[in-house]
Each structure stands twice: as C-alpha cells, then as structure tokens.
Nanobody
C-alpha cells in the first residue's frame, strides 16, 4: 500500500483546510485508515480514524472541528479541518492498517499562523 497526502499549507487561525490521502492497491476497503500528526518536538499522535467497518474516532483536541471521510471507490481518505488553531500546526500523516501491517504516507505540513 502506498499513501500520498496532499492539501497542506499555511492558513490563518480560524481558517479551514482539507487534506487528502490517495492510496494505491486493490483492497482499500479492508484497511483501517487514520490521520496522525506530529508537531515539532512532540510525539506523533492520532488525530482521527475511520475503520473499514465504518466507525470513526477523534482526538479530543479536534472533536467538533475536524471530520474524517473516506471513499472506498476512489481509494481516498480526507480530513476536513475548520476553526484551525496555532496548536494544530504539525506534519500530518496518512496511515493505513490491516491486522499487524501499517503503512504511512510521507506527510504534509500544516502551518496555522497569522
């Protein structure tokens, strides 16, 4: 599985941004997908997840502001982010998991600053 993120950039506080992750491979629908992020000097953390069974979960810090979605036909998972805060600044990574196998994208930088 190969994952390619896009959509990062510079945005002002309160602004919005949509990240996309395109996956290769023929069995996207069985993958559990997620977005993680890593801020400078901090550990990578889970932002939002979307299981193959349709369940979603979010970090408390982004609940109500971020929405994860997936399109199995297009093999894509998106992260819609609104009301962005400076503390959302990080490299955002797309993640795919199946049983014990995990795959990562190269990351896309999101900077929230005025």
């Amino acid at each position: 599985v190969q994952l390619v993120e896009s959509g990062g950039g510079l945005v002002q506080p309160g602004g919005s941004l949509r990240l996309s992750c395109a996956a290769s491979g023929s069995r996207f629908s069985i993958l559990d997908m997620a977005w993680y992020r890593q801020a400078p000097g901090k550990e990578r953390e889970l932002v939002a997840g979307f299981t193959s069974g349709g369940r979603t979960n979010y970090a408390d810090s982004v609940k109500g502001r971020f929405t994860i979605s997936r399109d199995n036909a297009k093999k894509m998972v998106d992260l819609q982010m609104i009301s962005l805060k400076p503390e959302d600044t990080a490299v955002y990574y797309c993640n795919a998991r199946f049983v014990t196998n995990a795959y990562w994208g190269q990351g896309t930088l999101v900077t929230v600053s005025s």
